[in-house]
């Protein structure tokens, strides 16, 4: 009876399995195999070698596609996690509806698809003087920009539009993360006779670092892999000033038909995200 | 103090409204923007009320892209994702959280490790896997590698692992098979994290881009992330360069509607639900 | 008992997922587009039919899709003329009904790769209603277009002045050149520089008397160059294009190298080359970016390329751009049209140049459709070319095509900006007319404007671009049979 037993565990997951082995685990498999060979996705792929490693890593676009997702990244998460923070402490204040109402507004943009929101904000930052961020420049005396079309600008337009979509989640889980610090922190520093400034930097802080670990690892690993919100947005940028790994990794398998050497560059997106994962991973065990 | 106090209070409070002004006028200018005719969007001096109420975005783009077509794939699409995911999701996760079987921990482990695989990676293979399969623009070619999801077989385990074990052993004695323990026992017990699956899986769903942009080519089977690019690109009223805004605002308006209403209704479960998953897309 | 239970419950749950699967099956089916459901039934009858040899299936109407992909410029004007013309067609033509999508969002290569991958996929598209000819040139000599059938050609050659007949011409997979387009539905891109006479008067510039070298071409755009107390740009002289489709931006750079004495793609004995990366060329590069970085008419930062910056006076002279622009300044804002002067592409030694005809956009069969769909297809290509349709795409809107009807007719004989196109057109000459195109014309497009739009921005040398536009044709040009005869 034990044996019949063991049966049914395996069919309860056997279709799920049989899902990720056909299109997770079996079309890594190609992507590896393909990495080697010299294929446009139409005719058979034909082996080359190491060929497509090569010329990848020394292709200066790839390499400047790593900078770019490492600059928006990096700037993006930081920025939003101080702003976050900073929001987080502000509506702690339990009772005030007005805190609650900014935390469910701010929440707005994080839950909107990213089409649309990418969509909204080509509609604020449009190139022309009547778009709305141009027209408050206006008022403050300074010239309309071009924005997603300016090749300085861009990059800088899209870690805006990663702030501004994002703040409403690590918002939070910074305040869920405040409401779990048990009260006798804030009394022992009332007890100590400590400013708020210093209660926010010496207690609050350091007992939130788990969750700032957590925020940063999370949207590390999701911003790596954006591409939606760069695509419609930018596309890649005026040029490739916004060519971030995920658009180069579409643009040369779709664009220029090097489904090869896409698929090195995958890889290597894939390796980062392993990364990155383990350590999140690594990181909640040792919790 | 006191006085010191109430300036900080209203400082703060300050602050926090010109937060909510912020946030919302991006909101509210789409709303209007839908409502406005390109040329009064791109006039000077610019409105924000429309001066010309018109609902001729809507209507152009419906006979473009057959808006209405396109909500009825995406609605399809998020929701047999959804249905699949739960039901062959919960399934493994009730197996991997309560039922014994050689090797749980590796395959679960294996399992989990499919949610490292990003998606850009996996459209190279699918495009020449449907292609062969001749799968190419249909909807199916969405769904099907969608059919489970391993965060929802990770979630589904987290939270059945808590439920106590004499619920299922006395229903054992008693002689129940596997299955209907699950269907009579199980289900009923883990509504609420049913419900969070629900709206994260849907909308994981209704925000399927990239790989619907690589696969679709008939208008009949566009959904409506790829509208959204389709207008950004296409020039709506002019070429060479120029977006039609207004169209681009009223098409993304659509697009939210759904998403924007049920956050309205159901708030504080979207709240959980995504905090909990701690998962973009 | 418990040995019952079991199998029970195995079957309970091997049904479940089972029956989950095909409902959710079923429900995809459904949500698929309907050919597929009704290709399945299809195939199934067919195969019953067949299956017993007695039964001889008498052919009934066969119901037969024509799908159309379409790429490329989106005026209003022209769809809403492709759209009346396909609704006509359907309603008379119920068994062969043509459904057309269009792929903006796509580069000219994105479109091409999915063209193979839904031909590789057995659901190519039967038309292309309304592509790029740049496109399809790779498409030809790879084999994805039909060659038209003779009594079609003669509707189109019929319609079209002799003078443009070439335009209908494209390379076969063994290098031939062979016409494939059977219809033509906006004509000839990159072929003037439209230039504002307003703003050149308002500067001092003789508005009759726009320039017709490179020199005078710098004179002319700084002369009209504004910049406010800051330094600002905000009013380009001349703008270089630089964004948008790749392949646009090459098309559009073309006429400056042609104008040097560029070949661009040529043959000599047998073998196909290209001179690409050669001085002629090199220079024109050089000087589109100098106008940008020495010469300072145009800032990269400022938005100038583009219809609306003409329009709305930012930009004092656009081009080389399409007979779409008059086009659409009649569409958008007609009161500027006294103010549209055209003249042909500025060349060093005055030569008057002009013209990249990629960019012409036609109506052509994909060779990869069923036996059934491409006969329906031709037979709608005909109707197209009916004269009154080939009127409601030309003349009734304002669309000049090489329609003999629209060119020699209101309002293309009388408005004073498209006279002033006729002149320019009529000017130059053979050999200085790109025409057929050359093989591998769309990788070579793609990869110069790509590559030059990172010259101008300076990440790469104008050298660099153009050796990796040459050695990316070279790529390509060697998949072919006939590259080296």
Request: net charge positive; charged share 5%.
């Given at each position: 009876m034990s044996q019949k037993r063991n049966i049914i565990p395996w069919l309860f997951i056997a279709p799920s399995l049989a899902i990720f082995t056909t299109f997770h685990f079996f079309p890594l498999a190609i992507l590896v195999y393909a990495s080697f060979t010299k294929w446009n996705l139409i005719s058979p792929p034909q082996f080359i070698g190491l060929e497509n490693y090569l010329k990848v890593i020394s292709d200066d676009l790839f390499i400047k596609s790593l900078f770019i997702t490492i600059t928006f990244v990096f700037t993006s998460i930081i920025i939003n996690v101080i702003l976050s923070l900073g929001i987080a402490l502000l509506t702690e204040k339990p009772n005030s509806k007005l805190a609650t109402l900014c935390r469910f507004i701010i929440f707005i943009p994080y839950v909107l698809p990213d089409a649309a929101s990418a969509g909204i904000w080509n509609l604020l930052f449009f190139?022309?003087?009547?778009?709305p961020v141009n027209v408050l420049l206006s008022q403050l005396g300074i010239g309309w920009q071009g924005w997603i079309e300016d090749k300085n600008l861009a990059l800088p337009t899209i870690i805006l539009y990663y702030i501004w979509k994002n703040v409403g989640f690590s918002t939070l889980v910074y305040v869920a993360g405040l409401k779990a610090i048990p009260k006798i922190f804030y009394d022992a520093a009332e007890v100590d006779g400590a400013s708020r400034l210093d209660t926010i930097k010496y207690v609050i802080i350091p007992l939130l670092k788990p969750i700032t670990l957590f925020i940063l690892i999370t949207s590390l690993i999701s911003g790596w892999q954006s591409f939606t919100d760069i695509f419609v947005l930018t596309k890649g940028g005026p040029g490739t000033a916004t060519t971030t790994l995920s658009i180069y990794i579409y643009h040369t398998a779709f664009g220029e038909g090097l489904a090869g050497r896409a698929a090195v560059a995958a890889i290597i997106l894939f390796i980062i995200t392993l990364a990155l994962t383990i350590i999140q991973l690594r990181y909640i065990k040792s919790e | 103090m006191n006085k010191e106090n109430k300036i900080k209070n209203l400082i703060g409070n300050l602050i926090i409204l010109l937060i909510i002004i912020i946030f919302m006028f991006p909101l509210i200018f789409l709303i209007l923007s839908s409502f406005k005719p390109y040329r009064e969007i791109v006039s000077i001096p610019p409105t924000i009320i429309p001066k010309e109420f018109t609902l001729n975005n809507f209507i152009e783009i419906q006979k473009k892209i057959d808006l209405i077509r396109m909500t009825i794939n995406t609605f399809i699409v998020a929701s047999l994702i959804t249905v699949s995911t739960l039901f062959l999701g919960t399934l493994a996760g009730y197996a991997f959280a309560k039922l014994q079987f050689k090797g749980k921990e590796k395959i679960f482990v294996l399992m989990m490790?499919?949610?490292?695989?990003p998606t850009m990676v996996l459209v190279i293979p699918w495009t020449f896997m449907m292609m062969r399969i001749g799968l190419i623009d249909s909807l199916l070619a969405i769904i099907l590698p969608n059919l489970s999801g391993a965060w929802t077989i990770f979630f589904m385990r987290q939270y059945i692992s808590q439920l106590p074990n004499e619920l299922f052993d006395s229903a054992r004695i008693d002689g129940a098979g596997e299955f209907t323990i699950f269907l009579r026992i199980i289900l009923p017990l883990i509504k609420p994290a049913l419900a969070t699956a629900t709206i994260i899986n849907f909308l994981w769903g209704w925000n399927e881009f990239l790989w619907p942009l690589l696969v679709l080519t008939s208008k009949e089977n566009f959904l409506l992330s790829i509208g959204v690019a389709f207008i950004k690109y296409s020039g709506g009223v002019m070429t060479e360069g120029t977006v039609n805004y207004a169209m681009l605002a009223a098409f993304s308006l659509i697009y939210s509607l759904p998403i924007l209403l049920a956050y309205l209704l159901l708030a504080r479960q979207f709240v959980q639900s995504i905090v909990l998953s701690g998962l973009k897309r | 008992m418990g040995e019952k239970v079991s199998r029970r419950d195995y079957l309970k749950v091997l049904g479940g997922t089972v029956g989950g699967l095909v409902v959710g099956a079923a429900i995809g089916y459904l949500a698929a587009p309907g050919k597929v459901v009704e290709k399945t039934v299809e195939r199934t009858v067919t195969q019953t039919i067949t299956a017993t040899p007695t039964v001889t299936p008498t052919t009934p109407a066969k119901k037969v899709e024509l799908p159309g992909w379409q790429w490329g410029a989106e005026y209003e004007a022209v769809n809403k003329a492709l759209e009346t013309i396909a609704n006509e067609w359907n309603a008379a033509h119920p068994e062969a009904i043509v459904k057309y999508t269009i792929f903006p969002e796509l580069t000219e290569v994105e479109y091409a790769l999915k063209v193979r991958q839904a031909a590789e996929a057995g659901k190519p598209p039967a038309l292309f209603y309304m592509t790029n000819t740049t496109i399809l040139t790779d498409l030809a000599s790879d084999g994805y277009l039909e060659e038209p059938p003779s009594d079609v050609l003669d509707t189109v050659k019929k319609a079209i002045d002799p003078a443009f007949h070439y335009m209908l011409n494209m390379y076969s997979p063994e290098g031939e050149v062979k016409p494939?387009?059977?219809?033509?539905?906006i004509g000839l891109s990159a072929c003037a520089l439209y230039y504002n006479k307003r703003l050149f008067s308002e500067v001092g510039l003789d508005p009759n008397k726009p320039p017709q070298t490179w020199d005078e071409l710098i004179d002319a755009a700084k002369a009209l160059v504004k910049r406010d107390s800051t330094g600002k740009m905000i009013r380009a002289g001349y703008s270089v294009r630089r964004g948008g489709n790749p392949g646009g931006i090459g098309e559009k750079f073309i006429p400056f190298a042609v104008g040097n004495g560029a070949k661009i793609i040529y043959k000599e004995g047998n073998k196909w080359y290209t001179d690409i990366n050669e001085k002629p060329v090199i220079e024109a590069a050089q000087f589109l970016y100098d106008l940008i970085h020495v010469y300072k008419v145009d800032d990269l930062e400022f938005p100038s390329w583009g219809y609306d910056p003409w329009l709305n006076e930012t930009c004092a002279i656009s081009g080389p751009l399409g007979v779409g622009f008059i086009t659409n300044v009649q569409s958008s804002k007609p009161e500027m049209l006294p103010y549209v002067g055209v003249t042909n592409v500025p060349s060093p030694g005055g030569i008057k140049t002009a013209c990249s005809f990629g960019d012409l956009n036609v109506i052509a069969v994909c060779s990869k459709a069923t036996k059934e769909q491409k006969e329906k297809a031709w037979e709608f290509i005909k109707f197209f070319n009916s004269p009154t349709n080939i009127r409601r795409i030309s003349n009734d809107i304002w669309n000049w095509t090489p329609y003999k009807d629209s060119i020699n007719n209101p309002p293309f004989s009388t408005e004073k900006a498209w006279q002033e196109l006729n002149k320019v057109l009529s000017n130059v000459g053979r050999p200085h007319i790109v025409n057929e195109y050359g093989p591998g014309w769309l990788t070579l497009t793609y990869t110069l404007g790509e590559n030059l739009k990172r010259a101008f921005t300076k990440e790469v040398s104008v050298k660099e671009a153009l050796d990796r536009t040459y050695e990316k044709w070279t790529e390509y040009m060697k998949t072919l049979k006939f590259y080296s005869g």
């Open positions: 190139p022309h003087p009547s778009s | 490790s499919k949610l490292m695989i | 494939y387009a059977g219809a033509v539905t």
